[in-house]
């Protein structure tokens, strides 16, 4: 299937050590992604191709209804996602009024009602944050059904249903990141330490902790497996103390986190959380045991939030990974504008992630407050 890029927000802003730039999605995550010539132009004629679709209709957007269904509004990534996106839709030219987003409760049942509501008002085209990606067929045939176009976003549907979308030419579409190069950056972020500087119990491995989000999420489960394999493929030996899902929530991962300091103490040196609202729970959770991060214990998280950054500034976070908003969100607007100005799109549209350490941190706060 073929695949289209788009441009990270940061590729200009960014020092020479923040990596940058969007690609194709790999078999396996891309550590450094560089951007050639043939890429930078695929960037420009996407961009290019989306301003031309907006223009073209001069003001016909304004008439264009939007459904958008988020899988829950309290989660902090999604929250400033979709508050992106209802910006960035009505810079195009879009009502606000005719820009619905809806929250789905983290529960696919709410959620499909909402789907189902949106097709009996006749909204123009969907984008669609599925609280179950296995939900995705579903989904996928009852908004098709309806002839209207269709964008998922965050949550990657399986590689069958996106080949089907190719196979049987829908006008459906993904937007996100290739999660496992999120993980591989978690890894890589610990790994650069050394082991010198890990091993603080001294038995030869990384003892570590890992807190999921939920486990249906294909981004949990490549965060998981990819970030532990970036260990492993710096040559390290692993040693998982316990795996547990924290379902993206803050207090769960402080109650995780507390239980396992508590069992198994100073032979924990890396805690890993899917995301940075964990990571901060398992912060407060590491601070409450009399530990110090960059200290005596190793902490990651994934999303790059204001809070996180600031921690990892403050030396209170290793690192973490830019999920890049932005430029998500932007290529969502641009995908469903592509589709009703009858531009079309590829089936899979793509960016990457950013490691972000103390080297970086101030920069990427100083993009997304």
Avoid at 102 to 126: L, W, Y
Avoid at 144 to 157: D, G, K
Avoid at 166 to 192: K, L, P
Wanted: proline share 1%.
């Amino acid at each position: 299937m073929k695949r289209k890029a788009v441009s990270l927000v940061l590729a200009l802003t960014m020092v020479a050590s923040v990596v940058a730039g969007c690609g194709s999605k790999q078999e396996e995550a891309t550590t450094e992604p560089a951007a050639t010539e043939d890429a930078a132009a695929e960037k420009t004629d996407a961009a290019d191709t989306a301003d031309a679709a907006a223009e073209a209709v001069d003001g016909d957007l304004a008439d264009k209804k939007v459904g958008v269904c988020i899988y829950q509004f309290s989660d902090n990534f999604m929250t400033l996602f979709r508050t992106e996106l209802q910006s960035y839709l009505e810079s195009k030219g879009f009502k606000a009024e005719n820009i619905k987003i809806v929250d789905g409760a983290n529960d696919q049942a709410t959620q499909s009602g909402q789907i189902d509501n949106f097709i009996t008002e006749g909204v123009d085209v969907m984008i669609v944050n599925p609280v179950n990606s296995s939900s995705a067929a579903t989904i996928t045939d009852k908004v098709v059904a309806a002839n209207i176009p269709l964008v998922y976003i965050n949550r990657e549907p399986d590689a069958t249903e996106e080949q089907r979308w190719a196979d049987e030419n829908m006008d459906v579409t993904y937007v996100g990141c290739d999660a496992r190069q999120s993980g591989t950056f978690q890894g890589e972020i610990i790994a650069d330490l050394g082991l010198d500087a890990i091993d603080l119990n001294k038995n030869g491995k990384v003892d570590y902790i890992m807190v999921e989000g939920d486990p249906e999420n294909v981004d949990a489960q490549y965060r998981t497996e990819f970030s532990v394999k970036a260990l492993e493929d710096a040559g390290l030996e692993v040693n998982c103390l316990t795996d547990q899902v924290g379902n993206w929530q803050q207090d769960q991962a402080q109650q995780i986190v507390a239980n396992a300091l508590g069992q198994y103490g100073n032979d924990v040196e890396v805690v890993f959380c899917n995301n940075d609202a964990m990571a901060m729970g398992a912060l407060q959770a590491i601070q409450s045991a009399g530990r110090t991060v960059g200290k005596d214990i190793y902490l990651v998280g994934v999303d790059a939030l204001s809070e996180a950054l600031e921690a990892v500034i403050a030396g209170n976070l290793t690192g973490t990974v830019f999920n890049d908003h932005f430029s998500q969100s932007h290529s969502a607007a641009d995908a469903a504008i592509n589709y009703l100005t009858g531009a079309g799109n590829e089936h899979y549209i793509g960016c990457d992630y950013v490691k972000v350490t103390q080297d970086n941190a101030q920069e990427v706060l100083d993009m997304v407050k």
